[in-house]
């Protein structure tokens, strides 16, 4: 069964500043992989996915993720952040062949101006 | 818009009440899911549809809860003599075929008194 760690349950930020946002997995298959995020009192909505091809995948706001087969991770960044940009963000891990998403426990980013 | 619909958004009740949510999705799919989401954690599966067939039950669905899906359209999960620890926000998810990318509704806050 795969499981995923975010390893930052909090990330304050100035705008315009960068950010990273990491995540780990574990899988002994093949895994597709999302970034989610989820505003105040709303669903999740999908930011970025790695399905196959290029291991770097980028959003249309800006944000872009890395697959690192090697060290299993999937680490989210964005260059400078926005005001708008304050939301929840969940790494998520589905195994091929296998429908169901196993989420990370989530990281709150907190964009300051 | 997600594509899929949920109804209520919030839902208060006293314990031991029984409570029914429904799921409509509203793009074109063939798989339905339903998650739960605790405070600070992430989404966790509770099941899934392929068409009016429900395929997989994580173990974290107890027998006072069961999920429907009638004619492979809408979905309902209905939770009987409802506690304490069944106060989440349930979500509901649709993919499309082959590929295993989750779209998530706005979810429905339960909170059992």
């Known amino acids: 069964a795969q499981s995923v760690t975010q390893l930052d349950s909090q990330v304050p930020v100035f705008e315009e500043a960068p950010v990273e946002l990491r995540c780990n997995y574990s899988s002994s298959v093949s895994v597709y992989l999302f970034w989610y995020v989820q505003y105040p009192n709303q669903g999740l909505q999908l930011l970025l996915k790695y399905l196959s091809g290029s291991t770097l995948v980028e959003s249309i706001n800006g944000f872009e993720a890395e697959f690192n087969k090697s060290q299993t991770s999937f680490h989210l960044r964005k260059p400078s952040v926005h005001i708008s940009d304050t939301a929840e963000y969940f790494c998520a891990v589905s195994e091929l062949r296998d429908y169901k998403l196993s989420f990370g426990a989530g990281t709150t980013v907190t964009v300051r101006a | 818009d997600t594509g899929v619909s949920q109804d209520p958004r919030h839902k208060i009740t006293k314990r031991g009440q029984n409570v029914t949510f429904r799921c409509d999705p509203i793009s074109e799919h063939n798989r339905l899911y339903w998650y739960r989401q605790t405070l600070g954690q992430g989404p966790e599966f509770l099941t899934y549809f392929q068409n009016e067939a429900q395929l997989e039950k994580s173990r974290l669905l107890s027998d006072r809860f069961s999920a429907e899906r009638p004619k492979g359209s809408f979905s309902t999960l209905e939770i009987q003599r409802t506690e304490q620890g069944d106060s989440a926000m349930y979500l509901c998810?649709?993919?499309?075929?082959?590929?295993?990318?989750?779209?998530f509704g706005a979810g429905t806050r339960l909170s059992v008194l």
């Open positions: 998810a649709i993919s499309l075929f082959d590929r295993n990318i989750q779209y």
